[in-house]
DNA sequence: TCACAAATTTATAACGTTATAAATTTGCAG
DNA sequence: CTGCAAATTTATAACGTTATAAATTTGTGA
């Protein structure tokens, strides 16, 4: 039953174990698992004469066995949500998250959510099985009862998005305040007086945020403002750009728009344009930005740049401390806009 | 050194093994776990027995175990190359590869390399260590190696795209030559005259059916065509950029596009308007398309549809059942256009 | 050279599962 | 009932690793 090999030379071999280190040196099994490990109590000859003769016969520990025997798993969870299929999101962050574990030995298993109601069964799947040591995911609510649960659990987690839970938890979120005072500024430079924001879905913690720089930073300005309740970044294209067509056709469209998310902003701009309203005349967009596309997008619209890839390297980062220091605080990190996309 | 739960109850307790299902119905540990399997000589009555407990107290076989045990991983590898990065392809390949694993008890691994030229590297690692029970990659060559070790290995995989190796393997391609015609002849019809094609890397098996699909196409119909040696859709977009703005510059730009890749056709339109040359007016372009970015780009193009998700979806299927028959014949499936797209 | 501690190596068991072969029970013909 | 085959259950070993505790070797001071 053992697995065959066929590679390079040819020949058909077994898999090389510990086994057959050992009886290539002449050590007991148990040496040579220490030496390869880095076991203190190993004499640095024993230790070399080990390693020369793993490399040589090209052992490689099977991942299967040690799991078995030490319960860790090597392996990180990116549990993904519906909603995250759009766009660059969970790709950037696969990518971000990859780099971090690139020159590790932990694997990145996929985990896609179909629905959103049943994400948490995937976690608690997750957890019960022992299915990775750490979890990684996005969309963070207030109260959110994936944090809830892991923590409970005791579970290495590291969310994109803050909670307001009293248990202090690693996180990796944007300074959305922030954004938005910033889009709002941009506007009222160009001198925008009646500002429209797609905002995220109430839920998340990040709406918060957002409506919060949004309100008081138009508020202060003194100009006027509004966050539509029938249209987020989570709905449908189609259903911003009526929205936004409505506005239009009733006569009371915004000239400022600060958009959340690409996909929205992209739908909004199609709807002016189809209206024969142009951006940088007749309206300006503020729009997050979190890939390339609006490199490639005209009329060009301004953006406020969040470095997702980087979020992720840093989520990775983060679970992979916090997996090999398990009662140290945990901690969480807000990014700033940046000033250009790097990827 | 047991796995600690503390899920629902808040009673900590043990995660249940064979022997705990065994301890509580008075079974062997041997019968537990064949009538868990489905074993045929395991009487009706005792397998609702095992089935009963196990259910009620929540066992969960052990992966590891498992693995250790039987060799299978029940895991599937997603190779990717550092160029599928780009907007939608890997990000619909995922969603399809998942949809395809959903119902089932395999786990998918996203394994990027982060060049080139260590994909292959990458391959041999996860065949030589048994880190997956098969394997998915995209960016066929007609000589490809990856295929040649794989196939050379007895190793489970689907690629996307085709090989002219003489040993048959499982794949899902796109019709790109049809593709090429189709495009060619709905920029005929707008009667276009002189038409560019930005074409994939010459190094990739479906380079071939593109060029051999346009330039015939072309030749057919009767109007001029080229395919530039210079830039390809692996190309920067600022290099496609500055072929199209070099030619504009020169008087020499081409009035129909061939695009085979979403971010190539978006920057040749970034191209042309800041050039003031309008599609649909001065240029026309047919656009592969693979996401729903389109729908909210403007001016609007004209795309022929390739449905990525559904490749995948295929691919995942089509992997599973090579892994559940490892004697079946290999067979490949080529993908039609589409005329709307469902993601 | 001996005693004894320190350094190093080793044997044993265990993680949870399943393949194999052996043991037991059941059913049925005689 | 008995005997024997068929049906069903079970004991044992093994997958490759590491934690534990025990055994051996080495080095040191007297």
Redesign the interface.
Known sequence: ???I???GTGAVTK?PTLKTVAEKTGLAVTTVSKALNGAPEIAAKTRLLVENAAREI?Y?P????Q??R??K?NVISLVLSPHD?I??F??SL??GL??AL?ATNY??????S?EESTEIKTI?KI?????ADGIIFSRTEPFDERVR?LI???FPFVCHGRTELSSTHSFVDFDNEEFARLAVSQLANKNRKRLFAVMPDRKFTFYGHLKYGFTSAAADIGVSYEVPDDVNLDSA?EEIYACIARRIEKGTCPDGFVCAGE?AA??I??CL??HDLLVGRDVDIVAKQT???F?????RVDTIIENIAEAGAMMGKMLLDDISNPNAPREGFVQRPESELL?
Chains 1, 2 share one sequence.
Not at 62 to 65: G, I, T, Y
Not at 295 to 299: E, G, N
């Open positions: 039953m053992g697995t090999m066929k590679l898999r090209g490689v099977d991942r299967a066995a799991r078995l030490t319960g798993t299929e766009l660059g969970s790709n696969t990518l990859s780099r690139r694997n990145l298993l996929v985990t896609p179909f608690e957890v019960r099985n022992k299915m649960l409970e659990n005791n294209p996909v992209m739908t701009m199609a344009s189809d890939s390339r596309v490199d490639h997008i005209r009329p990827l």
